[in-house]
């Protein structure tokens, strides 16, 4: 579905990316995990078409993103939650996710898709008329990920969907990321909290200083030892007896 | 250490740091005899050529020299875009001309100029040097204002020169003083950019928070920057008000000399010492030469030229130059070459 | 001086629109447009000219004013400001600034040409005429001035608030980013949002026309106007720009009977200056709006 192939990146003189290679299958949860700084968020924006790759291509369903406008992406349906949730702030919840469906594609299905989505999040039904800047974290993260779900998404890049939030909460998220990917929607997750995300991942990459370093399935990297030092919080027995 | 992070943000972009190292190079001799050349010729411009019209026209080359650099030193060197430089010129005229022609000595009231120029700037810099980017050019435009028309308020009336003074009028002698005014604002303007000032100045232009972290004085510098700016344009005003034969007060508070400064020191290349001087002789030749037959027009093609530069060629004529240069000399070899084989 | 008053709110209707103009460019994409009073300057020729040759009344003319200067915002918007669309905050606010700098020598000097620099007024018939409420004059000009402004406002607001395109001009405001992820095409509604600046300076210009006078010359010290308003109501409002338009016209009526007439202009200045240096969010904006 989304082909990434050796993509460079770069903020002026200072590359983030360095022959990213990717590949997101149909119906897929792919999870990309790796340390502060490797470029995760720069790899979902250069997706998303608000930067653009130094070289390299990226391809979804054999066709060039890499050269296409940030809002004609979405309207292909891949859509980005991005680090930090960047809401409409000073507009009300139900704004929000009216803007979420701008797309020709996504408007015709409006109050359709508006439905469907205050299902998924009874709580933002409640707050439509509220202004976003006075949800609750979790509860903005839960009208981001409404706001994206408004545009009808393909696929859907979530960039660390859990940052800052109570773990009730997250697993509450992590909850309704499978049940999307259920409705058929594939996911490209992006995440610190390595354990839940791979617990949940058909496969998952590893960034590193701006480079792919692992790949793999989600099993697989969960039992990996040098993955369970790094992103799983166990340091072998000798290294914690040092410190 | 400081040197060296500095000198990374400020890359390649900058004419004017590149030229001193430039001169320690071989040919580094040309500069400095070239310059010696057209400063004598300059000089001599007088004695060769005896029409007025000529001589007027050089006197206003020096004069645009003088305002340009002026406002180059603070905008184009420490990067504060103001849009206020019409009220150093002004004050600066009004002083010279209030006091030279109530019978003070013209060379101190004219030296007077440049100095309540600089009172006057050190009292607003401080309030207004907490103001980034376009606020503090619309503050410094604020200023500017509220000086121009208390003026055109308090002094509606035209000054004009007293007959004794219009009968002796000199016109090579405020050419000779314009020269010296150019070449000394230049000399500052060098003279700064050598200094140990200069990587502070440059650092507060290329980024005030990295300069802060790095231990600059970042107002400071801006102050400097201000002093010697305001001054030179202090001392620009006065000048006008020596050669003015009459003129209203207000007319020397115009943001029209702030913008002529502006479309100066774009036009030349914004931060170099060059700039100022290329764009000023462009500037005045362009416009007395369309100025005779389509008054507005040159007015519409500065417009043009100015976003121009500003969207596609922000290094202006010297930009162009220094583009142009390796080209030219790589054609030049390649033409010395194959005369070589033939 | 309830009459200074009542002619101050005149006033500062036109100041209002003239300021919501700007606002709207400032606000919505960083871009500081100080050619914005030589657009209000052609909205004036454009009502003078449709009233002097063709005898159109100038609050009809509006019907042609209003897309004549939609028009010319959207060919600056595509000639021009495009090309700094790409730079962000300050690198954005600044080239905008300088561009339009240029921008003003060339409408200016254009509009030389073309009108010559003679000021003009659009005589309309009944410009002496108007109703007298408890000895307080009201001219029909003035007062069908403050209407159209009110309307005016009253529309921008409703678009602004109900409609789809407004909603993305407000989104593209807070965060083009977001904005572009939502499917929203941020280019296109930049142009939108200039054109739209553009017309209002056109609604102004008509009304400057008809209740004083225009003159190629008249640019700065709208700009400056409507840049004192901006300041005043807090760069990050839009709309909040016009009740602090009205505020300006009152502030500039009272000063000319507690200072003097000569000061008027004087006055704003001043408040802007001290607005800057002490509240840069603005008398009524709160810090985060800024
Ligand atoms: N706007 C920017 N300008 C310059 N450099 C940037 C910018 N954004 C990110 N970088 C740099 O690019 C690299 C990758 O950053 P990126 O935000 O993509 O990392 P990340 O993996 O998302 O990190 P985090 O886990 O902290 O979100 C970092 O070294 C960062 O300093
Ligand atoms: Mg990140």
Redesign the interface.
Known sequence: MLHIEKVAAAYGDVQALWDVSLDVQVNEIVVLIGPNGAGKTTLMRTI???HRPRSGRILFEGTALHTV???QI??RGI??V?EGR??????TVL?NL??????RR??QQRDKTLRHVLDIFPLLAERRHDRASSLSGGQQQMLAIG??LM?LPRLLMLDEPSLGLAPLIVRHIFEIVKSIKEEGVTVLLVEQNARRALELAHRAYILEQGRIVGTGSGSDLLHNDEVREAYLGYAPVTARTLT | MMRRIVMRRIGMRDVAMTSPAALTRSRAWRGPVLMAGVIALAALVPVLIDKQDTLNLLFLICLHITLGQSWNILAGFAGQ?SLGHAAFFGIGALVTRTLWLNGMFFPVAFLLSGLAAVAFAMLIGV??F??????F???T???A??LR??VS?NLPLISTMPAAEIAAYNLTLRYYVALALALTTIGAAALLLRSSWSLGILAVREDEEAAQATGVNVLGHKLLALFISSFFAGLAGGLFAFQQISYYPSAAFS?VWT?DA??IT?IGGLGTIGGPVLGAIFFILVRQRLAVTL???H??V??????LI???FPGGLMGAWDRLRPRAIAEALRSRRQLHKS | MAQNIVYGLFVGGIYGIAAVGLALAFGVMNV?NIAHGELLMFGGYISFWLFSLLGIDPFVSLIICIPALFLIGLLLDRL?YR??ARLRG?AK???S???S??????L???A??LFTADERTTQVSYIGQGINLFGIALPYTRLMGLVIALVTILALHLFLQRT?SG??I??TA??W???????????RVYMLTFALGAALAGIAGTLVSVTSSVAPSIG?DWT?KA??VV?LAGTGSIIGAFPAGLLLGLVEALSSIFISA??R??VG??I??LV??IR?QGLFGSREAA
């Open positions: 998303a078409g608000l406008a940030a809002h979405v309207e859509i980005l991005p960047r809401l409409f702030e000073g507009m704004e009216q803007l979420g469906a701008y797309t996504a408007k706001r994206a545009g | 875009t309030p207004t907490r103001l980034r980017g376009a606020y050019a619309i503050g435009l604020g200023i204002e509220v028309i208390t308020q943001p913008f502006l479309l774009f008054v507005e027009v007015q519409i500065f417009g043009i030229l100015f976003i500003v969207l596609v | 500081l021009v090309h700094v300050e606010i600044k080239n600034l300088l561009i700098f240029g921008l003003v020598l060339i200016q000097n254009v030389i040409r789809d909603k993305a407000r989104a807070e965060d980013e977001a904005a572009e992820l939502s499917g929203i095409n941020v280019p700065l400056l840049l004192i300041v000569s000061y202009e004087v200045l001043v802007f200056l800057l240096l840069p």
